[in-house]
């Protein structure tokens, strides 16, 4: 939980000022879920982490993007 905004406002904010950011934005779930975060989960493909998590499944995902990320640098 952010303190000024949620992670929907956030991509949100990204995507009006950053678009290929908001597309890179990973969401870890919290808290009690709203069926509007829910929805908001359903409309975005974004990679998301459910909690709880192992250390050894965040250091793979983070692993993984950042060598697709370095992949993609290399291909363009």
């Known amino acids: 939980m952010m303190p ?3 992670g929907m406002d956030l991509h949100a904010e990204l995507t009006l000022r950053y678009p290929g ?7 870890i ?10 929805a908001f989960l359903r409309s975005v493909t974004n990679e998301r982490v459910e909690k709880p998590f192992e250390a050894r ?4 995902l983070i692993q993984r993007l950042v060598s697709e990320r370095g992949n993609a640098e290399r291909n363009t």
């Open 29 to 38: 779930t919290g808290g009690a879920s709203t069926s509007a975060a829910e």
């Open 4 to 6: 000024e905004m949620s």
């Open 21 to 27: 950011d908001a597309a890179r934005v990973v969401f």
């Open 57 to 60: 499944s965040m250091r793979a």
